[in-house]
């Protein structure tokens, strides 16, 4: 009787200490409390679950869309093959589908989607990307046209997301199509194939919504397979460069020549599994730093080596590049508190406490790593805060924002209309969750035309007590996903803005003087 009991003791101890290992090797978040404050949000149904359909790649989309232009955003929510779209509306204190009737649905399997008036008639068009190509649903006052945009995509490829940007100032929106290898061709740790690598490509806008291929004369097709890409002015000049978010490759970044053609800068970045992208003005210095996700510590680095050559080094770590000017970055992520996390997908930056500081959201969890069927991660919640005189980024279980899901993006949208931002998290593979903004603190929100025009508009609001924060209207970030087009500022305690300052791509400059706070102002 001994043995056995010393034998089964030994057994239990081993699964113990093996569940533990997988614990911490998932990259778990901060340790649960047996209590928990009152939450600043407040949850809310949805009617939506993502049905990943086996034999295409598990993602969906989402664009924050107003469909009908009575300033109420909606959420176009993508689905899996064979599964209808969705098109989210707060009502009743519900997200409920309204899609039936408007003419966005397919049957192809959805992934990236972005909002934007694109033929310039005052209705938010959307582009989607889809198993099957490209398509351009234009919009007339809520009902939709489907329209193919033809683009030559390499073999065995499908689109994963459309950026949009004016890269000519010539007045018209032109697309950067992210462009990944098809699910029945995908190998994972791929990184020295370059059959397995596919371009992505540059569509130049004729004018008349149809589009010429300059990805060869743009010089920007990249050089791997592509979660997201985003275009944002770096260096603010007015016009607008390039991010390229790569699986197994380094992060690209492309400097606007004014010229149609774009230069490939040179980026501290090792290789990595590239896929979210967060920006926004971290340190407030005025220009734009820039988030990437990597699989984090939930895989150890020796698994997804690869096809790496001995000269070739990759990372599991997050990214923060600090944007010190003139095309010149530097990592901060340690300096932050960002390293050593687990498994990420997209990630957005937000004022979510409305303390004037940008916070972190960063979806997790990955549906094909059986670790994380067992032992979730909540989602990576960080508010910014100053610990020793330096800002950091840390977990917060405070504001009841936790999901146990697969996470693949969050999407910050205003959904009852108060000013507020509020979130949802696009899960693959279940159900889509909503929180209400309930924080009481101070803000104020530029409600921005989702418009061409607009896009790299630089915003900077300056208090009464000496603080000034800069945003840009920018599309696409997190993954596969277009945010509000609004900006918030959170404020705190202050109950003063002296001014707001908004600068136009194209260098015209405006001056709000003493505004209203707690409330929105419209840009025309």
């Known amino acids: ?195 397995h690598a596919k371009p992505n490509r540059m569509l130049l806008n004729n004018g008349d919504l149809t589009f010429t291929d300059i990805t060869d004369s743009s010089g920007t097709g990249g050089k791997q397979n592509t979660f997201l890409s985003v275009f944002v002015d770096l260096d ?35 290789f990595g599994f590239w896929m979210g992208l967060a920006v926004g003005d971290v340190d407030r210095d005025g220009d734009q730093d820039l988030f990437f996700t990597n699989v984090g510590r939930s895989i150890p680095l020796f698994l997804t080596t690869g096809d790496l050559r001995k000269d070739q080094r990759h990372t599991h770590d997050w990214m923060l590049l600090r944007n010190d000017g003139n095309f010149h970055f530097t ?32 979806a997790q969890n990955y549906i094909k790593w059986p670790i994380h069927k067992i032992l979730k991660l909540s989602g990576h919640i960080a508010l910014q805060s100053t610990e020793s005189g330096i800002p950091v980024f840390r977990h917060s279980s405070a504001l009841g924002l936790e999901n146990p899901y697969f996470g693949q993006a969050p999407v910050i949208v205003d959904l009852d209309g108060d000013g507020k931002q509020d979130l949802l998290w696009l899960n693959i593979n279940g159900p889509a969750r909503a929180f209400l903004n309930t924080t009481h603190a101070n803000y104020l929100t530029i409600a921005v035309p989702d418009t061409v025009a607009t896009l790299g508009t630089r915003i900077t609001v300056e208090t009464n007590k000496g603080k000034s924060d800069t945003r840009a209207v920018i599309g696409t970030v997190g993954m596969l996903t277009d945010q509000t087009p609004d900006l918030s500022f959170g404020l705190g305690d202050h109950e003063r803005v002296i001014r707001v300052v908004i ?12 505004p209203a706070i707690n409330h929105k102002i419209h840009l025309q």
């Not at 008036?117 to 889809?130: G, Y």
């Not at 065995?156 to 997301?161: D, Y």
């Not at 600068?503 to 003493?514: K, L, N, S």
Request: hydrophobic share 35%.
């Open 331 to 362: 990592d901060v992520t340690d300096t932050y508190g960002l390293s050593g996390e687990g498994f990420a997908w997209g990630a957005v930056f937000e004022d979510l406490n409305l303390d004037g500081q940008l916070d972190l959201l960063v």
């Open 1 to 195: 009787m001994r043995r056995i009991l010393t034998t089964t003791t030994t057994h239990y101890s081993i699964m113990r200490n093996i569940m533990t290992c997988l614990f911490l090797l998932s990259g778990c978040a901060a340790p649960l409390t047996s209590l928990s404050p009152p939450s600043p949000f407040t949850p809310v149904p949805v009617d939506f679950t993502h049905i990943w359909a086996k034999g295409s790649h598990p993602f969906t989309g989402a664009a924050v869309i107003d469909v009908d232009g009575d300033g109420t955003f909606e959420i176009f929510v993508g689905g899996g093959a064979g599964q209808h779209d969705t098109l989210l509306s707060y009502r009743g204190g519900r997200l409920v589908n309204i899609e039936p009737g408007t003419g966005l649905s397919n049957d192809s399997t959805t992934y990236g989607s972005t909002a934007i008036d694109l033929d310039a008639d005052r209705d938010t068009d959307l582009l989607v990307a889809r198993e099957d190509g490209v398509f351009l649903y234009l919009n007339d006052r809520g009902r939709f046209q489907e329209r193919r945009i033809p683009v030559d995509l390499p073999e065995n490829s499908v689109p994963f997301g459309i950026a949009v940007a004016d890269i000519d100032h010539d007045g018209d929106g032109d697309l950067y199509i992210s462009v990944f290898v098809n699910a029945k061709k995908f190998r994972s740790a791929t990184f020295n194939d370059p059959s």
């Open 236 to 270: 603010s000049d007015g016009w607008l460069d390039l991010v390229v978010s790569q699986n197994t490759g380094a992060v690209e970044i492309f400097r606007n020549m004014k010229d149609r053609t774009f230069q490939p800068i040179v980026v501290s970045s090792v």
């Open 503 to 514: 600068q136009r791509p194209h260098g015209q400059t405006e001056v709000i003087t003493d």
